[in-house]
């Protein structure tokens, strides 16, 4: 829901956090909400950037195969009420 910040503001910071606190579950949670919100991945991309500046290399591991896999990884149905995130995320 939008308030001061945007919606995909909000997912953004939420996957930062969950980058820099490497949970691999809320990462993929945030993904998913970002993908329902129409990030795109550049802007997925360059908020995984400011998660490695924040949490220093340690995040990398965590986030180094998100990108990889954004397309492929979280398949929406036609409704976009159900999306499901594939074994890589």
């Known amino acids: 829901m939008d308030g001061a910040l945007t919606a995909k503001s909000k997912e953004l910071m939420g996957m930062v956090a ?29 908020a995984i950037n400011v998660a490695m500046v924040v949490g220093g290399t340690i995040v990398i591991r965590t986030c180094g195969g998100r990108m990889s896999c954004w397309g492929s990884c979280i398949q929406p149905d036609e409704t976009m009420r159900a999306v499901t995130p594939a074994r890589c995320l």
């Open 18 to 46: 969950s980058a820099c606190l490497r949970c691999d579950d809320c990462i993929s949670y945030h993904a998913i909400q970002c993908y329902r919100l129409g990030v795109t991945r550049a802007e997925q991309e360059e």
